[in-house]
């Protein structure tokens, strides 16, 4: 008998230990996570699934790990930085370090209006991602190589860790404007939240 109520026990702290709702056990488990807690969760790992980090030359990043990654593209504007490419070619998000000291809206400016064809499209001026002040801007221009529309936007901040070496940063995404607030959402705005300024 007493082997009998033994064995019992071991029976219903095994089904307990394994039970999908651990309350069925009797008092409420600690172990419950509250709403807002799952919440962010959730957003925490939706925004680091499918991406992988980046250490670059005085930064941290994380891009998508289907994406191909370029060190030391040049842009229009003479910077040389990382480029992290969608497969198909027809996105591109860019990392360049400045060292331009005017200041981060004049630098935007330049990125944005340096095309003749450009187009400045409405969007808010700054954007604070960790305590960092990004001025942001958005244009309508056309790709140089295919002659196609192309939409771009870019953010540019001072080096909050060594500006004397790096005074800016200059991040900027462009493609096809067919589906560019796609791949802004999805790519481009958890690839700028996730950037870290490393010195």
Known sequence: MQKMVHYLVLSTLWVCAFSVDLTACGTPSTHHVSNKAQT??????SITDG?????GDGYTIIYPDSW????????????????????????????YPS???TSAATILNHLLTSDMHSHLLPVAATITINGVVWQQGKALTTNLVTGKPMEIMGWVAKNAV??????????????????FEQYSSKYFMPMLRS?????
Do not use: C, W
């Open 68 to 95: 191909k990654f370029s060190a030391n593209t040049t842009n229009t504007g003479g910077y040389v930085g990382d480029s992290f490419i969608e497969p198909t070619n027809g996105y591109i998000f860019h990392v």
């Open 162 to 179: 060594a500006p004397q070496r790096i005074p800016y940063f200059v991040l900027h995404a462009d493609g096809d404007p067919g589906l």
């Open 40 to 45: 962010t969760l959730t957003r925490s790992i």
């Open 51 to 55: 991406f992988m980090p980046h250490t």
């Open 99 to 101: 060292q331009d000291q």
């Open 195 to 199: 950037f870290q300024f490393t010195g």
